[in-house]
């Protein structure tokens, strides 16, 4: 997960050692994190600021010492405020190999028959001295790391479950897998067609609604309209050449779905308070 990409298929740490460390802030390329899910769980810890973060169709606003679970297959995407948070990428079967005890747990957790709670308390002080643990353990990588990260994972995991940090899932109503299947629907296409030109009706017939419907559809799902949206996510993705490629600014404008230049730079600048240019500058001079 270089870079947060929809409907990610990047292996995420060794394939003996299914986990990985991200540390984002203001600088990361994809700041601004667009709608994808991934195979793996996700654990997100808020370091500074604040997160609205949106969980198939559930909003929830995380803030600093907080802790987020997000599940495997689960769509996320959301919007930093002047925010620092760190991510743990898993596979959870990792804690299954030769642990004939702990499997009938692990599998009730895996098959989402217990579903962790999104979001933690932060003043469970076990569960934040061992989250401290595991993120520090897969971000220094000393001799031994792998033992402390597992056990990490171990504490964490007995300690929801010892709290009760969950609920037991009586599966989803026919109506909201609906909702969600139209909604990835658009992000898929938006991901898939956003160097080209997509305009309001484009997206609406993909999710079979009105441009009127839709548009309320969409941002009770996103709290973003479908234009704003599609814009984010081709700065997002224009923030990653600029920082990956020397094509000049023009090229990637047309790469990212702009055919006026002057408009680009202006969005540009209204998603990162930079023009492009300044953009560039500001991160060679961060390094």
Not at 92 to 117: F, G, R, S
Not at 216 to 227: A, D, E, G, L, R
Request: proline letters at 3%.
């Amino acid at each position: 997960m270089k870079f947060f990409d929809y409907k990610e298929e990047k292996q995420h740490g060794r394939f003996d050692f299914p986990i990985e460390f991200y540390h984002v802030d203001q600088s990361h390329p994809r700041y601004d994190m667009t709608y994808h899910w991934h195979t793996e769980w996700e654990i997100i810890r808020i370091l500074k600021g604040e997160f609205l973060i949106t969980i198939n169709d559930e909003k929830v606003l995380a803030q600093k010492g907080d802790i987020i679970f997000i599940q495997d297959g689960a769509l996320h995407g959301g919007t930093p405020n002047e925010c620092i948070y760190e991510c743990i990428v898993f596979d959870i079967k990792l804690l299954l190999k030769q642990n004939h005890i702990c499997t009938k747990l692990i599998q009730d957790i895996i098959h989402h028959n217990k579903l962790i709670n999104i979001k933690i308390p932060s003043n469970l002080m076990p569960l934040n001295l061992n989250c401290e643990f595991l993120f520090d353990s897969l971000s220094s990588k000393y001799d031994g790391y792998e033992f402390i990260t597992q056990g990490s994972l171990y504490n964490i995991i007995g300690i929801i479950l010892k709290n009760k940090l969950y609920t037991i899932n009586d599966r989803v109503s026919s109506k909201t897998e609906e909702k969600m299947l139209q909604f990835k629907k658009v992000i898929s296409m938006i991901e898939e067609n956003y160097s080209n030109t997509i305009t309001l009706d484009d997206l609406s017939k993909v999710a079979g609604m009105t441009p009127k419907y839709f548009c309320k559809f969409f941002q009770s799902m996103s709290n973003k309209t479908p234009i704003e949206y599609l814009n984010l996510y081709r700065i997002e993705s224009a923030c990653e050449q600029l920082l990956s490629t020397d094509l000049p600014v023009t090229d990637i404008a047309i790469n990212c779905g702009f055919n006026d230049v002057s408009y680009f730079i202006k969005t540009f600048k209204k998603y990162k308070g930079l023009t492009p240019k300044q953009y560039i500058k500001s991160r060679v001079l961060n390094k």
